[in-house]
């Protein structure tokens, strides 16, 4: 009987957040929650779905496309706009921002912004949650959001985005988005394949390439400037921490591997301080900016994108 409410109420805390209790301040040790690993080791494992259901040209352009609109929803979105506040929208496009995000299957807006902002109060201290200087890569890659200790929302610190109700909700049902899109997903595959079936794709190969393996995706390479970023790369500047600059990981993150610059100063928009600097981030955002969606983007002050330069790049790897 136990056992069947101890299921019961892992079930209830994948659907509604405020159903677990808030432990964070008992919670000193680094304890996987094992429960919350189920859903992410099984979405991995849905990844050799492939062998069953194929592939088709259509099906990985899908994937490829979904992966980079929810990289952007993530780095412009939930990074830059509600972390560190990097340029101005409306109400209703910060929540349309917000739902953007929420499809990347990374939890809610609230969640994601309140821990990044104790990360830069604490990089690569003891009480950064996912510092691979003081906890080693695995923990800083994967164990941090799947600790006990990790689950809840530090709301705290994002107290002017918790009077807006609509980014509450997402945040405390923060599984709902990502269920709705993997059904929009499946649902849009059986209609291609029943009224355009010379793209030869269907239901559930459209779900596993465009929602299982493109997040999949998407996790590792978010990860990878919380783990990588950190011990891989070059620094410019002399940040009080062990932020790196890598080429590649700005690649697969649409501009986010320019670390060691984001840390030098974290409020601007643009991350790749100088033209060579790929930021494909930025440059969406600026062309959101020509639409009138969003307005003041910060930029990098001249005097501060020049200070604290080692006279060479360190480069560590």
């Not at 412009?76 to 509600?82: A, C, D, S, T």
């Not at 320019?258 to 494909?280: L, M, R, S, T, V």
Request: proline share 3%; charged share 15%.
């Amino acid at each position: 009987m136990s056992s069947n409410r101890s299921f019961l109420s892992t079930l209830r805390s994948w659907l509604d957040n405020n159903s677990v209790a808030d432990n964070t301040n008992q919670e000193t040790e680094h304890r996987i929650d094992y429960w919350r690993v189920i859903p992410f080791v099984a979405m991995h494992l849905a990844c050799l779905a492939f062998f069953w259901v194929g592939y088709s040209a259509f099906a990985i352009i899908f994937a490829i496309a979904l992966y980079a609109i929810r990289m952007f929803a993530i780095t412009g979105f939930y990074h830059r706009y509600f972390s560190h506040k990097a340029f101005q929208t409306s109400r209703f496009g910060q929540f349309i921002f917000a739902v953007l995000g929420a499809t990347a299957v990374q939890r809610g807006p609230l969640w994601w912004a309140a821990h990044h902002r104790n990360h830069h109060s604490h990089s690569d201290e003891e009480n950064d949650a996912h510092s691979p200087v003081q906890h080693g890569f695995l923990w800083s890659h994967i164990g941090w959001f799947l600790s006990r200790s990790n689950f809840h929302t530090q709301f705290d610190r994002v107290k002017e985005l918790t009077k807006f109700p609509e980014l509450c909700f997402l945040d405390r049902f923060d599984v709902l988005i990502p269920v709705v899109f993997a059904l929009g997903i499946f649902a849009l595959g059986a209609l291609l394949e029943n009224y355009v079936p010379s793209l030869q794709t269907n239901g559930l190969q459209l779900l596993v390439w465009g929602f299982v393996i493109s997040t999949v995706a998407l996790y590792h390479a978010t990860f990878s400037v919380n783990s990588l970023a950190h011990t891989w790369g070059k620094r410019r500047y002399a940040t009080r921490d062990q932020s790196r600059n890598n080429l590649l990981i700005a690649i697969l993150t649409l501009g986010e591997g320019w670390h060691n610059n984001h840390h030098h100063y974290p409020g601007a928009a643009k991350q790749g301080f100088y033209w060579w600097e790929i930021d494909f981030t930025y440059y969406g955002l600026r062309l959101l900016e020509a639409t009138g969606l969003i307005w003041n983007l910060r930029k990098v002050p001249a005097e501060i994108r020049e200070s604290k330069q080692y006279k060479n790049q360190q480069y560590i790897n």
